[in-house]
């Protein structure tokens, strides 16, 4: 069973997204934007791709498209792009949290599960 999503709140169209997953070894299996690619919105860091088979893609909860806000909440919007790949690789610990922000236009309820500390 996989750890819980929580939309933690919305602005405007938007939905913030925390989303725990596994960290293996092998890495989340999500490629960022890369600086310069035609993907990316000013400094934002993107999710560009998503390995099929990798631990991001059984999960399911990422989408392309996200924007990655904060990893083990450390916020990543002043970082460059190979600084937040680090970030990533030195994460330790059994899982990894992402905040990230989606378009309510590509979000639907399946995107989540609540927690069950909201279900009381």
């Known amino acids: 069973m996989r750890p819980p999503a929580v939309i933690k709140f919305e602005m405007g169209s938007n939905k913030f997204i925390s989303v725990l997953l596994a960290n293996e070894s092998s890495g989340l299996g999500i490629r960022i934007t890369p600086p310069g690619a035609p993907f990316i919105i ?3 860091i993107m999710i560009a ?3 099929r088979d990798s631990p991001a893609d059984i999960d399911g909860r ?3 498209g996200d924007q990655i806000l904060e990893i083990n909440d450390t916020p990543v919007d002043c970082l ?3 600084e937040v ?3 990533l690789h030195r994460s330790t610990g059994p ?3 992402l ?3 989606r378009e309510a236009k590509t979000f639907t309820n399946q995107d989540y599960f609540l927690h069950p500390k909201y279900l009381r």
Do not use: A, G, H, P
Request: net charge positive; charged share 25%; hydrophobic share 50%.
């Open 95 to 97: 899982f990894l949290s």
């Open 85 to 87: 790949k680090e970030l």
């Open 62 to 64: 990422l989408k392309v």
């Open 42 to 44: 000013s400094n934002k």
């Open 99 to 101: 905040l990230v922000l």
């Open 80 to 82: 460059t792009n190979e």
């Open 49 to 51: 791709q998503i390995m």
